[in-house]
């Protein structure tokens, strides 16, 4: 068996300068980049911190008790995050998922949604304003985070094995204290709760049919997401990874499905139907299937660097402008100019790239601008 070779080089720190364009990029809510994709789902990723270290994302031997992370004085303020999410909006964001890290570690976060809700799109509806966690602290934060105005929730699960479970988020957490959360959400009024396994053979495949027969019929859509390319700790190799046709066929073998019709343009999840009813999975499928043509999500990162794809490796640095003096017509000015130059479709090249992980180009690490 191969060694695993995880590189300890911090790509943080790479950026580009976002710069005010000679010819001002008005915000009219139409911004489209060079491939006609628009502007219209925003991640915020609000800290770089977990109290989980998932193999896939935040492994140990990286994230250990000595791993420098982002002092508080580099992380975006409350106000700031809100000051240039109404940029976002202005161009036509109507959706923002405020990610990690796990976001629950930010301290009074709901502070923060609460200021997020208040915003409006272009014609006057709320945002659609969701978040993705682990679950660990879900129980104690659901009804504040409702309250404040949080609509939707996602939560990371893995498993229903607790060994399983307790092996994957490698803390020892029990999984328990994750469905209690779920539950809890549920009992706050949180609407269209997903729960998100990914998906890596030979290690939780065969928590694929148990995940399913538990969250059938219990109004929680439960989405398996192919274990993906991500940043440069994770050991990623294509024969861990199984396809998310794979998943239906086992799935469907004994809970028969039907595919549904996306949900909304640049959906990432292909749906499927309980035969009998029952509700619905998702399959995300960004290594077999990629599904860049529609994309329109941002990336913004927990110290203010917009990233224009999840397997990206440089932000554009917005909190330089932010803290500069920038007006908020120059805000929108940078973020326009940025995406109308933006042509990233990493998961559709990815097959013509020479090396398995993505032809050695350094990425960003997901817990650092979230999933």
């Known amino acids: 068996m191969s060694e695993r070779v995880i590189p300890l080089i911090d790509y943080r ?73 109404s940029q976002f909006v202005a161009h036509g964001v ?21 200021q997020l809700a208040a915003l409006r799109t272009l014609d006057g509806a ?24 949080l609509q939707r929730v996602t939560v ?69 997401i192919e274990y993906m390319d991500v940043g440069a700790t994770n050991g990623w190799r294509m024969n861990e990874v199984m396809p998310s046709a794979e998943v239906v066929q086992r799935i469907s073998a004994e809970l028969p499905l039907v595919q549904l019709e996306p949900s909304a343009p640049g959906e990432t999840a292909q749906r499927w139907g309980y035969a009998n009813g029952g509700g619905e999975i998702g399959v995300i499928s960004s290594v077999t299937q990629a599904f860049c043509g529609d ?5 913004l990162s927990t110290e203010g660097k917009l990233y224009l794809c999840l397997f990206a490796s440089q932000g554009h640095d917005l909190r330089a402008l932010l803290r500069g003096g920038a007006s908020d017509a120059d805000l929108a000015s940078a973020i326009g100019h940025i995406w109308q130059g933006r042509s990233d479709r990493y998961s559709e090249l990815r097959a013509s790239l020479p090396a398995e ?11 650092y601008i979230g999933g």
């Open 94 to 114: 109507r959706k923002i998922r405020l990610t990690g890290g796990e976001p629950l570690l930010r301290k009074n976060l709901e502070v923060l949604v609460a």
């Open 295 to 299: 994309c329109n999500r941002a990336r």
């Open 126 to 149: 709320p945002l659609d304003l969701t978040l993705t966690t682990n679950g660990s602290l879900l129980q104690r934060k659901a009804r504040a985070l409702k309250d404040a105005g």
């Open 13 to 85: 720190i790479a950026s580009l300068a976002a710069r005010l364009p000679a010819q001002p990029v008005g915000a009219t809510g139409l911004l489209v980049d060079t491939l006609g994709r628009p502007l219209n789902d925003l991640r915020n990723s609000v800290t770089d911190r977990c109290n989980f270290r998932c193999s896939y994302c935040m492994p140990k031997e990286v994230f250990d008790k000595d791993y420098p992370y982002l002092p508080h004085s580099s992380l975006l303020s409350f106000e700031e995050i809100t000051r240039l999410a």
């Open 357 to 367: 992980a993505g032809g050695g180009a350094r990425r960003v690490e997901m817990s």
């Open 156 to 224: 990371s699960l893995d498993g229903l094995d607790d060994a399983v479970f307790r092996s994957m988020n490698d803390v020892d957490f029990p999984v328990a204290e994750v469905l209690k959360g779920i539950d809890a959400a549920q009992a706050a009024g949180l609407q269209s709760i997903k729960v998100n396994m990914v998906v890596k053979r030979g290690t939780n495949d065969h928590e694929i049919l148990p995940m399913a027969r538990h969250f059938k019929g219990t109004g929680v859509t439960l989405r398996f």
